[in-house]
């Protein structure tokens, strides 16, 4: 799943870039419907990600780790 997440991103960066070179508005309307799409995928598995982890005592705890170091930070 990470992999997957980190796939998408990296797809959605480019089609924004893209976004900002793109001239014709049906070009661009294009484009936004593909990130309207990798939006919609990356959150889905953001939620997938978020029930594993709780669902998983050992990831629970290291994700409550990380967060409290993050907030001393």
Known sequence: MI???RQL???RTEE???RHQANLPEIQRSIDLVIDIL???I???E????SAIQTNEIWRLKDV???AL????
């Open 9 to 11: 991103l990296n797809i």
């Open 65 to 67: 780790t990380v967060h």
């Open 3 to 5: 992999s997957r997440r």
């Open 70 to 73: 993050g907030a001393k930070s």
């Open 39 to 41: 939006n919609r995928q």
């Open 43 to 45: 959150a889905e598995i």
């Open 47 to 50: 939620s997938q990600l978020a």
């Open 16 to 18: 924004l870039n893209r």
